[in-house]
């Protein structure tokens, strides 16, 4: 019923810069929160950058100062502008949204299929 679809990953250097984009398509009322995850190989999955279900941005101490996170509401869609890039940023984006699908209805969560995201040295 709800997709989350997400593009930009790839392989860069170290300083560099990448922008993710996940955009929701589906059955969608509302959208309560909206964010970015990662997951690095043997390490657990942590918030990266999220909108709340008020609008404020909430980020990891370790990406501050260097993403950006920003949405077009009508197009359902997030970005991760991720700049001065590190290798422990090294690891696979995911997308996450709250998103409510009919009036009434409680809010479920939904997660996209994921991003690799390389930094080199």
């Known amino acids: 019923q709800v997709q989350l679809v997400e593009s930009g990953g790839g392989l860069v250097q170290a300083g560099g810069s990448l922008r993710l984009s996940c955009a929701a398509s589906?059955?969608?009322?509302?959208?309560?929160?909206m964010g970015w995850y990662r997951q690095a190989p043997g390490k657990q999955r942590e918030l990266v950058a999220t909108?709340?279900?008020?609008?404020?941005?909430i980020y990891a101490n370790s990406v501050k100062g260097r993403f950006t996170i920003s949405r077009d509401s009508a197009k359902n869609t997030v970005y991760l502008q991720m700049n001065s890039l590190k290798p422990e940023d090294t690891a696979v984006y995911y997308c996450k949204a709250t998103i409510t699908t009919s009036p009434g209805y409680f809010s479920q969560g939904y997660w996209g299929q994921g991003t690799q995201v390389t930094v080199s040295s």
């Open positions: 589906g059955r969608i009322f509302s959208i309560n929160t």
């Open positions: 909108f709340t279900s008020g609008g404020s941005t």
